[in-house]
C-alpha cells in the first residue's frame, strides 16, 4: 500500500506564511512527479505547483513568485512554501505522487487526504 501524508496546514492571516509537507510511504521503487493540488468550496480542483525528479518546477500563474515547491528524493517528500498568503489562498490543499510500486508495474498516480489552509484576518 502507498500513502501520502500531508501535514502543516492552518489559519493564516493576510501576508503570513505557512509551509506544507506531504510523506509518501509504502512499497515504492521510484516516485517521479509529485506536486500539490488546491480546491476551494464551489470550485474546481487546480493545479497549484508541481516538481519532477530532476526538480524541473511548473507554477500557477496565481502562486508565482509568491509560492516555491521542493523535494528531498530520499525521504519521498514534497514541500510547498506559501508566502504572502492571500485569502483567494484559501482552499484545502491535496498532495499528488505520481510514482511506481513496484518494477513489473507501471506508472499510477496517488492523492493525500487534504490539508485545509485558511488565510483570514
Known amino acids: 500500500q502507498v500513502q501520502l501524508v500531508e501535514s502543516g496546514g492552518g489559519l493564516v492571516q493576510p501576508g503570513g506564511s505557512l509551509r506544507l509537507s506531504c510523506v509518501a510511504s509504502g512499497s515504492i521503487v521510484r516516485v517521479y512527479v509529485m506536486g500539490w493540488y488546491r480546491q476551494a468550496p464551489g470550485k474546481q480542483r487546480e493545479l497549484v505547483a508541481d516538481?519532477?525528479?530532476?526538480?524541473?518546477?511548473n507554477y500557477a500563474d496565481s502562486v508565482k513568485g509568491r509560492f516555491t515547491i521542493s523535494r528531498d528524493n530520499a525521504k519521498n517528500t514534497v514541500y510547498l512554501q506559501m508566502n504572502s498568503l492571500k485569502p483567494e489562498d484559501t482552499a484545502v490543499y491535496y498532495c499528488n505522487a505520481d510514482l511506481q510500486r513496484n518494477l513489473f508495474k507501471s506508472r499510477e498516480t496517488y492523492w493525500g487526504q487534504g490539508t485545509q489552509v485558511t488565510v483570514s484576518s
Open positions: 516538481i519532477s525528479s530532476s526538480d524541473f518546477t
